[in-house]
């Protein structure tokens, strides 16, 4: 794929993602628990499949350790850099509750911050393989569903127009487009790049996997419906590794 059809790719991971949730959010619509943190459970295990397989796999094969562990680092220091400024609320944690609009702004507003670098793993993807790329837009994609709900949820409670509302969170989503662009563009210069790109795509990975999405499908349903989304996850991630490659 050439640079702008990978920015597309990831523009429509973003908004089609977040609007999902902003649309499940109009119409009062929300997964059950269970449904819920087995979904998220069975994209945190694709995505350690992902990580571990392919992208730190490529990262070593392209830049060499040292290079591939600097974008590992870089990936997962600026994701902390990012939730100590522009703190990143989860979908189902107790701060999406009070003051609505305000909580429901900051929500967009961090998770447009994150979602930047969320689009660079895209285009490091895209770089590597179109296959990859595409599982990791899709992956991501079905990850801003829940991020579109929890900015959408207290807009609504705190009542925010709801067009307005499915306006902001698809908004929140397009910053993945961009950081998508950059990846691709940065991850052609030379296979340096490319491996420290691939670093960070699995930093950046590996951050979202542990700070946000196991903690959450733990919280959400029981321990042995998250270890068999989990498992599930990885086995998947493992099977479309093997058949697409």
Do not use: Q
């Not at 087995?38 to 295990?45: C, E």
């Not at 490529?58 to 974008?71: N, R, V």
């Not at 689009?119 to 079905?142: D, N, P, R, W, Y």
């Amino acid at each position: 794929m050439d640079w702008m059809e990978v920015t597309l790719v990831g523009t429509a991971a973003g908004v089609v993602g977040a609007g999902l949730g902003g649309i499940l959010a109009f119409f009062f619509l929300r997964p059950s628990s269970r449904v819920l943190g087995f979904m998220l459970g069975l994209s945190a295990g694709v995505m350690l499949a992902i990580v571990f397989m392919e992208l730190l796999e490529e990262a070593l094969d392209e830049g060499g350790f040292l290079i591939g562990a600097a974008g590992l680092l870089l990936g997962i220091f600026l994701f902390v850099w990012l939730d100590a400024r522009f703190p990143h609320y989860h979908f189902v944690t107790e701060e999406t509750r009070g003051s609505y609009i305000k909580k429901g702004t900051l929500i967009a507003t961090g998770i447009a911050l994150h979602n930047f670098p969320e689009g660079v793993a895209i285009g490091a993807g895209f770089a590597l393989s179109e296959a990859t790329g595409i599982i990791l837009a899709i992956l991501i994609g079905l990850h801003n569903i829940p991020e579109g709900l929890a900015i959408a949820l207290p807009l609504n409670v705190g009542g925010s127009n709801r067009f307005k509302t499915l306006g902001i969170t698809i908004l929140a989503g397009l910053p993945i487009g961009l950081g998508a662009l950059v990846g691709s563009l940065l991850s052609e210069i030379s296979p340096y790049f490319l491996g420290g790109a691939m670093g960070f795509a699995g930093g950046a990975m590996l951050y979202v996997v542990c700070d946000e999405l196991i903690p959450d499908v733990y919280r959400l349903t029981g321990a042995h419906t998250a270890i068999g989304g989990i498992t599930a996850g990885v086995l998947l991630g493992m099977a479309l590794i093997f058949y697409l490659h």
